[in-house]
């Protein structure tokens, strides 16, 4: 393991090395003489080593780093307090980043772990010192890492291990980075990582990492480049804090502003209903009624009694759309339980049969991937119901129509997508009036725009979402998150 060239330069402070070859510590007199040992003790065990005479809180670190060095040739550089004899700490740094040491007239290779001392500091100072850093590194989450672009190599401490719940011993790989990403984090992560290695530019951003348990969570991660005496980048250095908890109230609050916004917008349309819509009936009423007692002719009475029962039946109607707004509102405090996706699309098909048959239309569903959600049955009925009914109403003249629904998981939410193959909508042109009351974005004959918009409120009231993707005289998706 030793082989004789010609000596380099002595390398001052070097006290000590780990020989490998029989897992034991070879000291040099001066190392000895600090830590008040005889000459003659100039072997140690990698045992003895370990539990006597480094501070039990470097010891775990060590062995971390030790493994990976023997196991993967990784280079480390670590600061540990090594026990005196008399029962007192002193403080060193093992490091394995020299090519040749010239040590006790020999000259050893880098396959050999030494000890460089650093400026002595008092017991308490380094203890409170290291006290403090594992401290708050543990308090606050963070963790440490960095990226070697010459070896291209990844370095952890601990605390990101642990974080994204790794063993002490696993070595990370730049190779396999992306998969520490959920798939709609890899290409920010790519991006930043990207940008500071070939451009220098420093990052600080929020952004979703994946534990070895597959578990998503939000870190604040910051990175910066490491440059050589060239001024080339040689490395990223950066540290990341979990944030999972913070962020999760943040999501929490911003949904809550959702719930109040889109209740606010209920409310709105409540107030249109009435103010608008009602008043419009109740006048329309009182005019036939004032010409009913004006007129003499039986015709005519006749005529205008028959009008009544047109502005009462749009009346009602009304009432009923008033009512549906009313009970969206109030039904979000009955119980959710689990219900199938399959099982309520057989009851709307059931409920619907006939308009089924009439259009020919076909519908086909694939619920493997996610078929029970706790939800209020009433609810996902009349969604699926209500988009449904509408891919059927605007199909497309020159084919029957084809209705695909699916569920499936995405960002630990369930989703359900429905897709036909109708006229499509113009979404440039109607978008922004897609889901509103009463409006309508096909010349229908049978259109009201009331189902869109019961729909898309009845989601949002238990915190879902929908969106609609669509490609005029192709397709319409609707996506709804739950």
């Not at 440490?144 to 990370?172: A, C, F, H, M, N």
């Not at 005519?300 to 047109?310: M, P, R, V």
């Not at 699916?406 to 630990?412: A, I, L, P, R, V």
């Amino acid at each position: 393991m030793v082989q004789i060239i010609k000596p380099p330069k002595p390398i001052d402070n070097v006290i000590g090395y780990l020989e490998l070859k029989n897992n034991s510590i070879l000291c040099s007199k001066v190392f000895l003489s600090d830590i008040g040992y005889p000459a003659k003790n100039k072997e140690f065990s990698l045992e003895f080593f370990l539990s006597k005479l480094i501070h039990k809180d470097d010891s775990k670190l060590f062995k971390n780093n030790y493994f990976n060095f023997t196991k993967n040739n990784i280079d480390f550089r670590q600061s540990m307090l090594i026990k005196s004899k008399k029962g007192k700490y002193k403080e060193f740094v093992c490091t394995t980043n020299h090519d040749n040491i010239n040590f006790n007239n020999k000259v050893a290779k880098s396959k050999f772990l030494f000890f460089n001392k650093r400026k002595y500091k008092t017991n308490k100072k380094v203890k409170k010192s290291q006290f403090f850093y594992k401290e708050t590194a543990e308090m606050t989450s963070t963790g440490s890492w960095y990226v070697d672009l010459i070896k291209r190599k990844s370095y952890w401490d601990q605390q990101t291990r642990r974080i994204l719940e790794y063993p002490e011993d696993y070595k990370p790989s730049v190779n396999k980075s992306v998969l520490y990403y959920p798939k709609e984090s890899r290409e920010l992560a790519k991006k930043l990582f990207l940008r500071c290695s070939i451009h220098g530019e420093s990052f600080n951003t929020e952004i979703k990492m994946l534990t070895q348990n597959n578990r998503e969570l939000w870190v604040k991660a910051k990175g910066k480049p490491v440059f050589n005496d060239k001024k080339q980048i040689v490395g990223i250095r950066g540290v990341f804090q979990n944030i999972d908890e913070t962020k999760a109230k943040e999501l929490s609050l911003q949904r809550t502003s959702n719930i109040i916004a889109s209740q606010n917008k209920r409310l709105f349309n409540f107030a249109h209903i009435v103010s608008h819509n009602l008043r419009s009936h109740t006048s329309n009423l009182s005019l036939v009624v004032e010409l009913i007692n004006s007129t003499e002719s039986k015709d005519e009475k006749l005529e205008l009694i028959k009008s009544i029962e047109d502005i009462t039946s749009s009346l009602n109607e009304t009432i009923e759309h008033l009512n549906e707004v009313v009970t969206i509102q109030t039904s979000t405090n009955k119980s959710k339980s689990q219900v199938k996706f399959s099982e309520s699309l057989k009851h709307v098909k059931t409920s619907i049969g006939q308009i089924i048959l009439k259009n020919n239309a076909t519908i086909n569903s694939d619920f493997s991937k996610v078929d029970t959600i706790k939800y209020i049955p009433a609810y996902l009925e009349s969604i699926l119901l209500n988009l449904v009914t509408n891919s059927i109403k605007y199909k497309h003249p020159e084919r029957d129509p084809i209705i695909s629904i699916q569920s499936y998981m995405e960002n630990s939410r369930v989703v359900l997508e429905i897709t036909d193959n109708g006229i499509g909508i113009d979404l440039d042109k109607f978008g922004g009036k897609l889901f509103g009351m009463y409006k309508t974005f096909h010349y229908n004959k049978d259109a009201v725009g009331i189902g869109l918009f019961i729909t898309k409120n009845q989601i949002e009231a238990l915190n879902g979402e929908i969106n609609v993707f669509s490609e005029v005289e192709k397709f319409t998706t609707f996506k709804i998150t739950f």
